[in-house]
């Protein structure tokens, strides 16, 4: 699907202070040896055809997704609860960790996401 790798591509020129923060931390396997991808597609059937997410971060091995909210995401409650609904029945497991947890919290968000990534 070459939407879902152009907009991948064109979100990750516009990361934010705090995706660059967690992308800092996670990047090379740097977080206990987890692969984990930024603004990675994830792609699924859906009707009529192809859909896609882009998920901020994913590590494949551990089916994780990963989503650093920012106070847009105040404005998709309903669009982000549908999204963890169809990213679990595709057998997914997301974590959410807001901006200012990742800017001005970093460690507990180290620990949150090693017991994750742990289980």
Known sequence: MKVAFETARDLRKRNTVAEDAFWQMVRNRRFYDFKLKRQCPIEFEYEDGKRFFIADFYCHEKKLVVEIDGGIHEFHKEYDKQRDEMMTIL?????????????????????????????
């Open 91 to 119: 057998g997914l497991k997301i974590i959410r960790f807001s901006n200012l947890e990742v800017l001005n919290n970093l460690d507990n968000v180290k620990v949150e996401l090693k017991r994750i990534l742990s289980s």
